[in-house]
C-alpha cells in the first residue's frame, strides 16, 4: 500500500476519533457516526471540523 | 469549535522557508535513538516541514500537522512524508500510532491541557514527546547590542505573549512526561548582511509592529546594524539558544 493510501486509510475523525472512510474516489473522508465529510485537497486531508460539510442521511 | 489558531504566519510562509535557521542534524538523531522504534513520527505545528522532512531521514514514516493551508500547501515534500491540514490538539491520527511526537517552535501556541491529552493518544507505549525551541540569537557584541534592543525595547510589545515561553526555553510550560536529559546541541547558521534583515522579517513582532504604527522597525536600526556588520558580503555566524524539553510517554 502505498504511504497516501495508508495514509487515508488510517485516519480518524477529530471530533469523535472513529476512523473515517475514503469516499469520492479519494477526494473526501467520511465519518459515518459524526455525518460529516472532511474534503481532502490536492491529496491533503483537511481534518478541520470547521471544514467538514455535514451529509444527509 | 470555537477556538480558531493564531495565524500569525500564512503570508510569511516563503520567507520562512528562505530565512529560518536549520534545526542541527545531531537533534534529528538523537530523538530517533531515544524513539522506541522508528516506525512512525509526527510533527506538530510542523509549519512549512523543516523539522518534519529532517525526521524522514530517520523514521518509515513522518506525518505533519499544521492548521494553516497555507503553510502545508508550501511544505517541503518528501517521499516518506504525509502532510494534514490539522490542528496539534486534534491531530486525525490514529491512537497508539505513533514513537516520537515533536513539537519545533510550536508548543507555545497549543492549548496544552488538549494537547497533551492528544500526544497520549497518539503515542504508542514508551513513545517520546519533545518540545524545540530557540530564542534570541547571537551574532557580535555589537550587532547582539543593536538586537536586543530591537527585539526587547522597540518590539517588546508587539511580541504575543507565548513569546515569554520562547524567552524561558519552555521551563515556564506544564510538562506531564517522565523528562529525558537531551544533549547540547549547537544550532548555529553562516549568514551575510541581507540574511540578517530577511530573518527579521520573519518576526512576528515586526509584522505587528508595521500594522500597528504604520513603520517598518527593522528601518529604524537598519543603518546601526550595517554599521556594526561592516562589509555586508562578509559571513558571520549566528548562533541560537536551542531548547529541548523531551519526555517518555507512559
Redesign the interface.
Known amino acids: 500500500m502505498s ?2 493510501n ?2 487515508l486509510a ?6 469523535c ?1 472513529g ?2 472512510e475514503p469516499a469520492d474516489e479519494g477526494r473526501g473522508l467520511v465519518c459515518r457516526a459524526c455525518r460529516l465529510r ?1 474534503p481532502v ?2 491529496g ?8 467538514a460539510e455535514r451529509i444527509g442521511d | 469549535m470555537g477556538k480558531t489558531f493564531k495565524d500569525h504566519f500564512s503570508q510569511l510562509a516563503d520567507a520562512y522557508r528562505a530565512f529560518r535557521p536549520e534545526y542541527p542534524e545531531e537533534m534529528f538523531r538523537w530523538l530517533a535513538r531515544v524513539a522506541p522504534r522508528q516506525d512512525s513520527a509526527l510533527d506538530c505545528g510542523c509549519g512549512t516541514g523543516q523539522a518534519t522532512v529532517a525526521l524522514a531521514r530517520y523514521f518509515r514514516v513522518v506525518y505533519g500537522v499544521d492548521p494553516s493551508a497555507e503553510q502545508i500547501v508550501r511544505a517541503v515534500g518528501h517521499e516518506r512524508v504525509r502532510y494534514l491540514v490539522a490542528p496539534a490538539e486534534a491531530t486525525g491520527l490514529p491512537e497508539g500510532s505513533q514513537d516520537l511526537v515533536i513539537a519545533a517552535q510550536a508548543l507555545h501556541w497549543f492549548d496544552l491541557e488538549r494537547f497533551y491529552g492528544e500526544v497520549r493518544r497518539v503515542a504508542r507505549p514508551g513513545a517520546v514527546f519533545a518540545a524545540i525551541t530557540y530564542g534570541l540569537f547571537t551574532l557580535t557584541p555589537e550587532l547582539d547590542r543593536v538586537l536586543f534592543r530591537l527585539y526587547r525595547d522597540i518590539l517588546g510589545s508587539y511580541w504575543p505573549p507565548e513569546r515569554r515561553h520562547v524567552d524561558a526555553g519552555y521551563r515556564t510550560l506544564p510538562f506531564p512526561f517522565a523528562e529525558i536529559e537531551p544533549p547540547e546541541f549547537a544550532m548555529t547558521a553562516e549568514w551575510h548582511f541581507d540574511h540578517l534583515i530577511g530573518y527579521l522579517s520573519t518576526w512576528s513582532a515586526v509584522k505587528e509592529y508595521t500594522v500597528r504604527t504604520g513603520n517598518d522597525a527593522i528601518l529604524s536600526v537598519a543603518e546601526e546594524l550595517r554599521d556594526a556588520w561592516g562589509d555586508p558580503g562578509e559571513t558571520k555566524r549566528v548562533a541560537w539558544p536551542l531548547s529541548i524539553r523531551a519526555g517518555r510517554i507512559d
Open positions: 504511504l497516501s495508508e495514509l488510517i485516519l480518524v475523525c477529530p471530533a476519533k476512523r473515517v472532511y485537497r490536492d491533503i486531508p483537511v481534518m478541520l471540523v470547521d471544514e
